[in-house]
């Protein structure tokens, strides 16, 4: 039987439900190649960018998650959340690629100040009255509530685009800023902060970072996400150029975007059920033959003529990305239990690391195929790639069951 959630923590939940939920209302993201290309780039370039962006959350992976750690979860969202509402202006106002680049890293730095903190946040709130074995359940829940956030916004940022344009940034910039709001009523985690005796914090942040990678447990429990991760991204951006190569209705775009958002709020919701079902092995090669149907669904849209046979196959590639929420929640909930508390923010950021690098070498690596190949090469690179997955999977499956 599950233990009952106290006051604090219940009350944490809800404001961090909300926050976060503000903070993935994300309109521009079905019509972005649109609206970037529009001011003045290519569609290479928006990979490249897109990379770039990755590059600016490396940078600050490691010192979000050491600062979390060390000074306050809290504050370190809380300026995650005030570098979206930054990011969301500058590329409101921007034309030309550098003016978007300043954008993205604005939008990567917040990325990073999120990425390991939020996990970390919820795990140690629930830690704080002994239920963090409902980890995976109320992380999936908070998930959900971003994936809702998701969904709605893909759905009416294709929608809005037809009579507001790029001026829907604007309307984003209104949620991240209750996004702020909401996240200042967070209850503080004081109990949880590193103290470091007779070492200076970089160097215990490098220690820190160093054992996780060292640790053959921890380093192919991050390895195997971050490689899904890095194909997943390729094959969510590329779906846009296919759709638009392909004829679709960009008043279209929104639902097929909403569809994969549709899907990661099924995964997130039920993936300790699937988990539990089918084990962590089945469930990763479950992920892998994902990717693979999706690469193979977007190579028939791009070479057949029939339009219902490219809805349909849009249909399912826009739906595949959605398994690295499973993919994620499925890992990650290993990950927690493997560290301690007073580490586990600068481990988190590390995994979040190792996740954003391998993402933004497959963009950058796209942005030359499909500026000098086009699209079906670069799908082809991304199926003949997999096999870095399958040699990853038999690596992680020592560690899991």
Known sequence: MQKKLDKSVKHGLKWLKLGWFCHNFMLVVPVIVLVYTQKGITVGDFFLIQGIFRLAAFLFEIPSGYMSDCLSRKRVMLSGAMFALAGYVTIAIAYGFWALVAGEALLGISSALFSGTLEAYTYDLLKRNKTQKQFLKEFGNITTWAGIAEFTAMILGGILYGFIGANILWIESVFALIGIIALMFLPELLEIKRVVKHKEALVDAISITTNTLKAPRLRNLILFPSLFGAFTIILFWILQPIMETTHIPVELFGFYIGMNQLFAILLSKYAYKICEKFGEIRTSIITIATIIIGVIM???????SSMPV????????????????????????????????????TVLS????????????????????????????????????????????????????
């Open 310 to 345: 490219i809805y349909i196959a849009c249909a399912i590639m826009a739906i595949t990305p959605s398994f690295r929420m499973l993919n994620n929640l499925q890992y990650n909930t290993l990950v927690h239990h493997s560290i301690k508390s007073n580490e586990r923010g």
């Open 298 to 304: 977007g190579l028939l849209a791009t070479h057949v």
């Open 350 to 401: 590390t995994r979040s690391m190792v996740s954003t690098v391998f993402g933004a070498i497959g963009l950058i690596i796209s942005k030359f195929l499909m500026d000098d190949f086009g699209i079906t090469v670069t799908l082809i690179f991304v199926l003949l790639m997999t096999v870095l997955l399958i040699k990853a999977l038999k690596s992680v499956s020592k560690y899991i069951k």
